[in-house]
Protein backbone atom coordinates (compact mmCIF):
# COMPACT_ATOMS: atom_id res chain seq x y z
CA UNK A 1 0.00 0.00 0.00
CA UNK A 2 2.78 2.72 -1.08
CA UNK A 3 1.91 6.31 -0.82
CA UNK A 4 4.07 8.57 -3.16
CA UNK A 5 6.85 10.51 -1.96
CA UNK A 6 6.03 14.97 -1.48
CA UNK A 7 7.18 16.37 -4.00
CA UNK A 8 10.63 18.28 -3.85
CA UNK A 9 11.88 16.15 -0.65
CA UNK A 10 14.63 13.42 -1.54
CA UNK A 11 14.91 10.69 0.35
CA UNK A 12 17.76 10.52 2.99
CA UNK A 13 17.27 6.04 3.54
CA UNK A 14 17.27 5.75 0.18
CA UNK A 15 14.56 3.32 -1.38
CA UNK A 16 11.76 1.43 0.85
CA UNK A 17 13.05 -2.08 1.60
CA UNK A 18 10.26 -2.70 4.34
CA UNK A 19 7.37 -5.38 3.69
CA UNK A 20 4.52 -3.03 4.85
CA UNK A 21 3.73 0.46 4.56
CA UNK A 22 0.75 2.59 5.77
CA UNK A 23 -1.26 5.14 4.19
CA UNK A 24 0.87 8.18 5.03
CA UNK A 25 2.90 9.89 2.28
CA UNK A 26 6.60 9.63 2.29
CA UNK A 27 8.73 12.18 3.13
CA UNK A 28 5.96 14.86 3.44
CA UNK A 29 7.64 16.93 5.80
CA UNK A 30 11.52 16.02 6.27
CA UNK A 31 13.92 13.58 3.98
CA UNK A 32 15.21 12.22 7.28
CA UNK A 33 11.32 10.82 7.99
CA UNK A 34 9.70 8.46 5.97
CA UNK A 35 6.29 8.75 7.56
CA UNK A 36 6.27 11.91 9.73
CA UNK A 37 3.14 10.99 11.90
CA UNK A 38 3.88 7.43 12.39
CA UNK A 39 6.95 7.95 13.75
CA UNK A 40 6.35 10.90 16.18
CA UNK A 41 2.97 8.92 17.28
CA UNK A 42 5.39 6.47 19.60
CA UNK A 43 6.52 9.31 21.55
CA UNK A 44 3.51 9.14 24.16
CA UNK A 45 4.07 5.47 24.60
CA UNK A 46 7.80 5.95 25.56
CA UNK A 47 6.99 8.23 28.12
CA UNK A 48 3.75 6.17 29.70
CA UNK A 49 6.62 3.06 29.78
CA UNK A 50 9.06 5.81 31.54
CA UNK A 51 6.54 6.88 34.25
CA UNK A 52 5.55 3.12 34.58
CA UNK A 53 9.77 2.23 35.05
CA UNK A 54 10.08 5.21 37.46
CA UNK A 55 7.28 3.98 39.66
CA UNK A 56 8.34 0.35 39.40
CA UNK A 57 11.79 1.52 40.59
CA UNK A 58 10.83 3.86 43.14
CA UNK A 59 8.53 1.17 45.10
CA UNK A 60 10.98 -1.89 44.63
CA UNK A 61 8.54 -3.43 42.45
CA UNK A 62 9.83 -6.99 41.12
CA UNK A 63 12.57 -6.53 38.40
CA UNK A 64 10.22 -8.23 35.90
CA UNK A 65 7.86 -5.10 35.40
CA UNK A 66 11.01 -2.48 35.10
CA UNK A 67 11.61 -5.47 32.13
CA UNK A 68 8.30 -4.62 30.91
CA UNK A 69 8.10 -0.86 30.71
CA UNK A 70 11.57 -1.07 29.16
CA UNK A 71 10.49 -3.73 26.54
CA UNK A 72 7.89 -1.20 25.83
CA UNK A 73 10.12 1.64 25.26
CA UNK A 74 12.73 -0.35 23.11
CA UNK A 75 9.20 -1.56 21.16
CA UNK A 76 8.34 1.93 20.27
CA UNK A 77 11.74 3.26 19.41
CA UNK A 78 12.41 0.16 16.87
CA UNK A 79 8.72 1.38 15.88
CA UNK A 80 10.25 5.27 15.53
CA UNK A 81 13.21 3.78 13.42
CA UNK A 82 11.28 1.55 11.27
CA UNK A 83 8.33 4.52 10.17
CA UNK A 84 11.69 6.97 10.11
CA UNK A 85 13.41 4.56 7.16
CA UNK A 86 10.92 2.07 5.63
CA UNK A 87 13.92 -0.34 5.76
CA UNK A 88 13.88 -4.00 6.14
CA UNK A 89 16.10 -4.63 8.80
CA UNK A 90 14.48 -1.78 11.19
CA UNK A 91 11.25 -3.33 10.13
CA UNK A 92 12.61 -6.51 11.87
CA UNK A 93 13.79 -4.80 14.70
CA UNK A 94 9.85 -3.67 15.56
CA UNK A 95 8.29 -6.77 14.71
CA UNK A 96 10.87 -9.00 17.13
CA UNK A 97 10.19 -6.37 20.32
CA UNK A 98 6.82 -7.14 19.92
CA UNK A 99 6.89 -10.97 20.47
CA UNK A 100 9.67 -10.46 23.25
CA UNK A 101 7.02 -8.75 24.57
CA UNK A 102 4.13 -10.77 24.38
CA UNK A 103 6.23 -13.88 25.51
CA UNK A 104 7.35 -11.32 28.99
CA UNK A 105 3.60 -10.74 29.18
CA UNK A 106 3.03 -14.96 29.27
CA UNK A 107 5.65 -15.15 31.93
CA UNK A 108 3.72 -12.14 33.96
CA UNK A 109 0.73 -13.69 33.78
CA UNK A 110 1.32 -17.46 33.90
CA UNK A 111 4.46 -17.26 36.43
CA UNK A 112 2.90 -17.31 40.13
CA UNK A 113 1.24 -20.41 39.31
CA UNK A 114 4.02 -22.27 37.96
CA UNK A 115 5.37 -24.67 40.26
CA UNK A 116 9.14 -25.56 38.36
CA UNK A 117 10.34 -21.97 38.96
CA UNK A 118 13.56 -21.66 35.80
CA UNK A 119 11.54 -23.76 33.02
CA UNK A 120 8.84 -21.43 31.90
CA UNK A 121 11.63 -18.22 31.74
CA UNK A 122 14.12 -20.62 30.31
CA UNK A 123 11.50 -22.11 27.27
CA UNK A 124 9.96 -18.55 26.80
CA UNK A 125 13.54 -16.94 26.61
CA UNK A 126 14.61 -20.03 24.25
CA UNK A 127 11.81 -19.62 22.09
CA UNK A 128 12.14 -15.84 22.24
CA UNK A 129 16.10 -15.98 20.81
CA UNK A 130 15.05 -19.06 18.25
CA UNK A 131 12.30 -16.81 16.64
CA UNK A 132 14.94 -13.52 16.44
CA UNK A 133 16.78 -16.02 14.19
CA UNK A 134 14.35 -17.06 12.14
CA UNK A 135 13.09 -13.89 11.70
CA UNK A 136 15.84 -12.26 10.76
CA UNK A 137 16.74 -14.81 8.34
CA UNK A 138 13.16 -15.13 6.70
CA UNK A 139 10.39 -12.53 5.35
CA UNK A 140 7.18 -13.48 7.11
CA UNK A 141 4.33 -11.37 6.23
CA UNK A 142 0.84 -12.94 7.24
CA UNK A 143 2.42 -15.60 9.33
CA UNK A 144 3.98 -13.13 11.68
CA UNK A 145 0.61 -10.89 12.30
CA UNK A 146 -0.85 -14.41 12.28
CA UNK A 147 1.72 -15.58 15.03
CA UNK A 148 1.69 -12.92 16.89
CA UNK A 149 -2.15 -12.82 17.49
CA UNK A 150 -2.19 -16.16 18.80
CA UNK A 151 0.77 -15.47 21.51
CA UNK A 152 -2.14 -12.34 22.33
CA UNK A 153 -4.60 -14.78 22.43
CA UNK A 154 -2.94 -16.77 24.78
CA UNK A 155 -2.48 -14.62 27.34
CA UNK A 156 -6.48 -13.63 27.53
CA UNK A 157 -7.61 -16.34 29.54
CA UNK A 158 -5.46 -15.22 32.70
CA UNK A 159 -5.93 -11.37 31.72
CA UNK A 160 -9.69 -12.44 32.05
CA UNK A 161 -9.15 -14.70 35.37
CA UNK A 162 -7.04 -11.69 36.83
CA UNK A 163 -10.01 -9.70 36.37
CA UNK A 164 -12.83 -11.31 37.66
CA UNK A 165 -10.51 -11.93 40.70
CA UNK A 166 -9.98 -8.08 41.41
CA UNK A 167 -12.57 -6.59 43.90
CA UNK A 168 -10.99 -3.18 43.71
CA UNK A 169 -13.27 -0.94 41.83
CA UNK A 170 -9.92 1.26 40.55
CA UNK A 171 -8.49 -1.44 39.65
CA UNK A 172 -11.08 -3.18 37.61
CA UNK A 173 -11.49 0.31 35.49
CA UNK A 174 -8.01 0.24 34.37
CA UNK A 175 -8.77 -2.88 32.94
CA UNK A 176 -11.51 -1.99 31.30
CA UNK A 177 -9.31 0.78 30.11
CA UNK A 178 -6.57 -1.37 28.47
CA UNK A 179 -10.34 -3.69 26.19
CA UNK A 180 -11.15 0.18 25.36
CA UNK A 181 -8.16 1.18 24.10
CA UNK A 182 -7.28 -2.18 22.20
CA UNK A 183 -10.21 -1.85 20.29
CA UNK A 184 -10.36 1.83 19.38
CA UNK A 185 -6.59 1.23 18.29
CA UNK A 186 -7.36 -2.14 15.82
CA UNK A 187 -10.12 -0.18 14.81
CA UNK A 188 -7.93 2.59 13.59
CA UNK A 189 -5.50 0.28 11.99
CA UNK A 190 -8.04 -1.31 10.08
CA UNK A 191 -9.22 1.49 8.74
CA UNK A 192 -5.85 2.91 7.72
CA UNK A 193 -5.32 -0.65 6.10
CA UNK A 194 -8.65 -1.47 4.26
CA UNK A 195 -9.81 1.84 2.88
CA UNK A 196 -6.20 3.81 2.27
CA UNK A 197 -7.14 4.46 -1.49
CA UNK A 198 -10.71 6.33 -0.56
CA UNK A 199 -8.70 7.77 2.04
CA UNK A 200 -5.99 9.20 0.25
CA UNK A 201 -8.37 11.02 -1.59
CA UNK A 202 -9.61 13.05 1.47
CA UNK A 203 -7.87 16.84 2.03
CA UNK A 204 -7.31 15.36 5.56
CA UNK A 205 -5.79 12.06 6.65
CA UNK A 206 -6.82 10.87 9.48
CA UNK A 207 -3.60 8.98 9.90
CA UNK A 208 -4.65 5.73 11.48
CA UNK A 209 -1.45 3.92 11.73
CA UNK A 210 -0.11 6.86 13.90
CA UNK A 211 -3.48 6.98 16.03
CA UNK A 212 -3.38 3.31 16.93
CA UNK A 213 0.10 3.52 18.25
CA UNK A 214 -0.68 6.17 20.64
CA UNK A 215 -3.87 3.65 21.51
CA UNK A 216 -1.13 1.19 21.78
CA UNK A 217 0.79 2.92 24.23
CA UNK A 218 -2.37 3.41 26.82
CA UNK A 219 -3.10 -0.24 26.35
CA UNK A 220 0.26 -0.83 27.32
CA UNK A 221 0.51 1.18 29.98
CA UNK A 222 -3.17 0.13 31.74
CA UNK A 223 -2.04 -3.83 31.15
CA UNK A 224 1.16 -2.72 33.20
CA UNK A 225 -0.66 -1.09 35.47
CA UNK A 226 -3.37 -3.59 36.51
CA UNK A 227 -0.64 -6.43 36.45
CA UNK A 228 1.69 -4.33 38.83
CA UNK A 229 -1.85 -4.17 41.12
CA UNK A 230 -2.66 -7.61 40.90
CA UNK A 231 0.81 -8.98 41.61
CA UNK A 232 1.32 -6.01 44.73
CA UNK A 233 -2.04 -7.90 46.17
CA UNK A 234 -0.71 -12.05 45.31
CA UNK A 235 2.59 -10.25 47.83
CA UNK A 236 0.34 -8.66 50.33
CA UNK A 237 1.54 -5.24 49.38
CA UNK A 238 -1.87 -3.65 49.78
CA UNK A 239 -1.93 -1.74 46.69
CA UNK A 240 -4.30 0.88 46.20
CA UNK A 241 -4.64 3.02 42.63
CA UNK A 242 -3.65 6.54 42.67
CA UNK A 243 -3.85 9.33 40.36
CA UNK A 244 -0.58 11.20 38.82
CA UNK A 245 -1.65 14.62 38.62
CA UNK A 246 -5.27 13.45 39.15
CA UNK A 247 -5.16 11.86 35.67
CA UNK A 248 -3.05 9.23 35.15
CA UNK A 249 -3.45 6.17 37.45
CA UNK A 250 -1.02 4.22 38.76
CA UNK A 251 -0.22 1.56 41.95
CA UNK A 252 1.08 2.84 45.04
CA UNK A 253 2.12 -0.05 47.88
CA UNK A 254 2.77 -0.41 51.27
CA UNK A 255 5.38 -3.62 51.99
CA UNK A 256 5.10 -5.09 55.62
CA UNK A 257 8.07 -4.23 57.12
CA UNK A 258 10.01 -7.44 56.87
CA UNK A 259 9.96 -6.59 53.20
Known amino acids: MHIGMADGLSSFWGPVTSTIECCEENYAYSSYIAEFYNTISNIPTVLLALI???????????????????????LAIGSMLYHATLQ???????ETPMVWEVLLYMYILYSPDWHYRSTMPT?????????????????????????????????????YK??????????????????????????CWLVDRVFCEE???????????????????????????????CRAQQRGWAP????????????????PKSQ
Open 240 to 255: KIDYFMGILPYVKIEK
Open 162 to 187: YYIYTQDMAAKRLAKLYVVSIFLGSM
Open 123 to 159: FLFLYGALFAVVHSVFRFGIGFKAHHVILCLLCIPRM
Open 88 to 94: LVQQQSD
Open 52 to 74: GLINALRQRFEKRFSVLHLSNMI
Open 199 to 229: ISRWPINPQGHALWHVFMGFKSYFANTFLMF
